[in-house]
């Protein structure tokens, strides 16, 4: 009896807010990708996943909040790592602006348990080893606001959280190179500047070909993703300075502070 098929998979990881979604939508739009978006995505259906033919021959998913299971994704054959990234300022500034409800009440993003803190939570809980000070410190900051009820609520601790949020998951890419893990790391910035470009580089790391509908992805897809994502506005590249209109001084201190040592080697000048 011959073996069932097994669908190429591949991960869009990374930080949250750093153009997962719009890069799940436009290689959800190729005729050879199944995209799953993080929303709809069911651990109990992965031999479906991999294995069946609504999926095949490429099956995405968009799971940031998986960033921290390295071992467990290098595990499946043939894995490819798309590593979302992103200004950690504008990343910052998406963070602040989101909310998620529990029960009735809206709560932040960075301070809701399904949230910022469940992603701080668990990357640390995979460096928690390191011997960077510089990062034990920055998380025993996060720690020192999450105690102190005067100032857990604050627009420094909020900041501070979102900051540290995308400061953890960019030292967790290393750990993905050192596996020898095929990634791919994609800045969204390139995405909305050079589109086509940055496009068929990722289709050529996907050993996929190309189709003009990665391009195309706004009218293939209606209604909202996760975060509240418009799926059917078209690429552009208004998000890349909205940060200037919401940041502080002070805010930007503190991100300056937080992520500039990961930053400035990645490209990204902060001063």
């Known amino acids: 009896m011959n073996e069932p098929q097994l669908n190429q998979p591949v991960f869009i990881i990374g930080c949250q807010r750093s153009g997962t979604t719009l890069l799940n939508l436009m290689l959800d739009s190729h005729p050879n990708v199944h995209g799953v978006d993080e929303m709809h995505f069911n651990a109990g259906h992965m031999r479906e996943y991999m294995f069946g033919s609504a999926y095949r021959p490429c099956v995405c998913f968009k799971l940031p909040t998986a960033t921290h299971t390295v071992q467990e994704l290098k595990t499946f054959p043939g894995v490819k790592i798309l590593w ?146 418009d799926n059917t506005r078209a690429i552009d590249t208004n998000s890349l300075t909205l940060w200037t209109q919401t940041l502080s001084e002070d805010d930007l201190a503190i991100i300056h502070g937080v992520c500039n040592t990961a930053a400035n080697p990645l490209g990204y000048d902060l001063a």
């Open 84 to 229: 979302a990234l992103r200004d950690p300022r504008q990343v910052v500034a998406s963070m602040l602006k989101l909310s998620l409800h529990l029960e009735d009440t809206p709560i932040h993003w960075i301070e809701h348990p399904i949230g910022g803190v469940r992603e701080i939570d668990n990357c640390w809980a995979l460096l928690a080893d390191t011997d960077d000070e510089a990062l034990q410190e920055l998380v025993r900051q996060r720690d020192t606001y999450a105690r102190d009820p005067e100032r857990r609520h604050t627009r420094e601790a909020h900041v501070h959280s979102a900051a540290l949020c995308w400061r953890l998951k960019q030292a967790i890419l290393p750990l993905y190179e050192s596996q020898s893990i095929d990634i791919r790391v994609v800045r969204y910035e390139n995405i909305v500047e050079r589109s086509e470009d940055e496009a068929a580089r990722i289709l050529d790391f996907l050993g996929l070909p190309w189709d003009d509908s990665v391009l195309n992805h706004h009218r293939l897809h209606d209604g909202q993703s996760v975060g509240r994502t």
